[in-house]
């Protein structure tokens, strides 16, 4: 019998640098599922990976292996410091894995609420499992009734209104902290989708000053104000990444949004060039694993945030926010029910059709039988038999496919399932053949 599952760390209970160390790049999700394969007991499989969590969702023969299985994934992948790999925190099985991930690409589970994002990241796990295979049917269907939840709540709640994201909360701690920034200089490293949704912001707001964007690769800036970008006249571009150091220091707000596996804003460097009387500057690394030197705080005068921080937002507007959770909770619930309705088809379903299958081939049997003992062989007499005996067919099966229709507790469900499969000795390979054999027989 298999089990779904889901482990791994998330904003809850790890902070950034925790996750970090669980953090699993976009590039490497094919390698990382590749891997989880060849694990013994895992069967199906799908990782989320953001700066608020690493998740291996999964469908195992055996709950303890199957956990015992990710933990041992994820001491393989994961970015092991002096004192070892960690283990995951967070564990959930069976209908508390699918309640979760609904809360998740509701919003209803992300640091700031509604987070935006969320939905193009679940998607995107889906779509990975589906191009490795190693989503089969549970994943499938869980993943896409995830994203058709969370759809449904964008649209149907104020939740889509809000139109939040980890960008747009980077820039509202911004704002606590530095006021407007309308005279303030705005240095955004990383042209990835972050920094973009940062650039996207500060601009159509109207009141940001100058923003500079800087990127390793700069055709990917030069794409971004071309195809995606109509108000690009603030922004100033063209830079080396090698200059990020001294563009930085001259900025009242730093966003560093980007992807490295190294340090890309480093206190020694950033140091050189700020002097005695320099603005003071906020300094806001979105970037998970993080990216910015933890001794840039130690700068007189530079203020360094990261993504947990931005849980400063999260406790704002508490009334809105209730009234917000209350109208997802419902969808969310509506979509638990859903499920629910499918896991018990995937057992009444099959069952019936066996027993179907084996009523039927017993009832063609005998008229075979019949047929050949040379009784009732006229046309008429022979029609007459096939009517009756269906009619006794239908009649015996009647009640317990009612029975197991009816059913909800789907616990009960399966003994009554496994009743039924041990009492008519139930084979979906052998009911067949046996079906076959017999409607062969009849027509011989």
């Not at 994943?139 to 994203?147: E, G, P, R, T, V």
């Not at 200089?185 to 989708?193: D, E, H, L, P, Y």
């Not at 499918?342 to 179907?356: F, G, K, N, Y």
Request: hydrophobic fraction near 40%; charge should be neutral.
């Amino acid at each position: 019998m298999n089990h779904l599952i889901v482990s791994g760390i998330n904003y809850h209970f790890s902070p950034v640098s925790i996750r970090e160390r669980f953090c699993i790049p976009d590039s490497c999700v094919g390698h990382a599922l590749e891997a989880l394969k060849r694990f013994p007991h895992i069967k199906e499989s799908a990782i989320l990976s953001t700066c608020n969590r690493t998740e291996v969702y999964a469908v195992v023969d055996d709950v303890r292996g199957g956990m015992a299985d990710i933990e041992a994934f994820f001491a393989s992948v994961q970015h092991v410091t002096d004192h070892g790999a960690l283990k995951p925190n967070f564990k959930l099985l069976r209908d508390d894995v699918v309640l979760h991930l609904l809360r998740v690409a509701a919003g209803l589970d992300s640091m700031i609420l509604g987070e935006a994002q969320i939905m193009s990241q679940v998607k995107a796990a889906h779509q990975n499992a589906l191009e490795r295979q190693s989503c089969g049917p549970m994943l499938d269907f869980i993943f896409k009734l995830a994203l058709n939840c969370g759809k449904r709540v964008r649209t149907e709640t104020s939740m889509g209104k809000r139109a939040v994201s980890v960008s747009s909360a980077a820039l509202e701690l911004a704002h606590l902290k530095l006021g407007s920034l309308k005279e303030k200089s705005t240095v955004v490293i990383g042209a990835g989708k972050m920094g973009q949704i940062c650039v996207k912001h500060l601009l159509s707001e109207g009141g940001s000053g100058p923003v500079v964007l800087v990127n390793r690769n700069k055709e990917k800036i030069e794409s971004f104000l071309k195809n995606k970008l109509s108000n690009k006249e603030k922004i100033k571009f063209g830079f080396d990444f090698a200059e990020r150091h001294e563009l930085a220091a001259q900025a009242d707000l730093v966003i560093v949004a980007t992807g490295a596996d190294d340090t890309v804003l480093k206190a020694n460097e950033l140091a050189r060039y700020r002097h005695q009387g320099s603005p003071s500057q906020l300094i806001v690394d979105i970037s998970v694993p993080r990216n910015t030197d933890a001794a840039l705080a130690q700068l007189t005068g530079v203020e360094l945030a990261h993504a947990d921080d931005l849980a400063q937002i999260v406790s704002r507007n508490k009334a809105e926010r209730e009234a917000i959770i209350s109208e997802a909770e419902e969808i969310v619930y509506i979509n638990f029910e859903d499920y629910h309705n499918w896991l018990r088809s995937q057992l009444v379903v099959p069952t019936i059709a066996e027993l179907r299958e084996k009523i039927e081939a017993i009832r063609l049997e005998q008229i075979a039988k019949t047929k050949d003992q040379g009784e009732q062989s006229a046309e008429g007499c022979r029609f007459e038999m096939e009517s009756i005996s269906r009619a006794i067919v239908n009649q015996i099966l009647h009640h317990p496919t009612v029975q197991l229709k009816a059913t909800k507790d789907y616990e009960i469900l399966k003994q009554q399932a496994e009743a039924l499969r041990t009492l008519f000795h139930l084979d979906p390979e052998e009911g067949r053949r046996r079906l076959e054999k017999a409607r062969r027989g009849l027509e011989a």
